[in-house]
C-alpha cells in the first residue's frame, strides 16, 4: 500500500460535529522524496525507496550522499521502502495529498522502551498477593519455571522478566480525522506506538 514517513508529534483532541470529544494523536508527514525505484530485473522486487527530514551534507557519508545526488534529490535522514506505488518517478516530491478525511491507515513506530521489567509488570503476573506462610521476600517472582527431572529444561516462549518495549508495533484501522495539508500535519483517532518527535510510517 502506498505510505510515507513521518514524526509523531504528540496527542490532542478536536470535537465531531456530532459534539462527541475524539481523542487523536498529531502526525507530521512528509513531504518525502522518491530516492529510488527499484525493479524486479535489476533489484529482484518492485519498490520505491523515500527519504524524510532533511540532513546537514556533512553528515552524510559519501556512498549516501552519491545515492542523494544520483536521484537529484536533497540529503535525508530517514529513508523506508515501500512495495505498492504507482507512476512515481526519482525525485518526486510526496506530500499528505495522498491522504484524506476518512481514510482507514495503518501506523507503524517504534515503542517506548521501558527497560528490563520483571513478570508482574511485563506479563500481569498477580505475584504472591497474600503473603503469608513465610513469603516475605518473594511478592513480584515468578515461581517455579521448570518441570521434573524430564524435560529438564525451561521451554522457550517461556514467560519471564526481559526487554520490554523498543519494539516494532503496527497499528491499523485507525481513522484520519484531519489534514493540514500546508502544515504537512495529519490528524488520526487513536493512539500510535513510540515517543513523542520518533519516525512512524503510515500507509493506507
Known amino acids: 500500500m502506498p505510505g ?20 487523536c494523536t498529531i502526525l507530521e508527514v512528509g513531504p518525502c522524496t522518491v530516492t529510488q525505484i527499484k525493479t524486479e530485473e535489476v533489484d529482484g522486487y518492485n519498490a520505491i525507496q523515500i527519504g524524510f527530514e532533511i ?13 542523494f545526488n544520483k536521484a537529484k534529490s536533497p540529503m535525508h535522514k530517514k529513508l523506508v521502502e515501500f512495495n505498492s506505488f ?44 497474600d503473603a503469608t506462610h513465610g513469603q516475605h ?26 526487554q520490554m518495549g523498543n519494539e516494532r508495533v503496527k497499528v491499523e484501522n485507525l481513522q484520519v480525522v484531519k489534514v493540514m495539508a500546508d502544515r504537512n500535519l495529519i490528524l488520526v483517532n487513536g493512539s500510535v506506538p513510540g515517543a513523542n518527535n520518533s519516525y512512524i510510517t503510515i500507509e493506507k
Open 4 to 23: 510515507l514517513i513521518g514524526k509523531k508529534i504528540g496527542m490532542t483532541s478536536i470535537f465531531s460535529e456530532a459534539g462527541k470529544n475524539i481523542p
Open 55 to 67: 540532513q546537514k551534507e556533512q553528515r552524510v557519508n559519501k556512498s549516501l550522499e552519491g545515492h
Open 86 to 129: 504507482s507512476e512515481v518517478n526519482l525525485g518526486d516530491r510526496l506530500t499528505t495529498e495522498l491522504f484524506e478525511e476518512g481514510d482507514f491507515v495503518e501506523v507503524v513506530g517504534t515503542s517506548k522502551g521501558k527497560g528490563f521489567q520483571g513478570v508482574v509488570k511485563r506479563h500481569g503476573f498477580k505475584g504472591v498477593n
Open 137 to 162: 521476600n518473594r511478592q513480584r517472582h515468578p515461581g517455579s519455571i521448570g518441570a521434573a527431572s524430564y524435560p529438564a529444561r525451561v521451554f522457550k516462549g517461556m514467560r519471564m522478566g526481559g
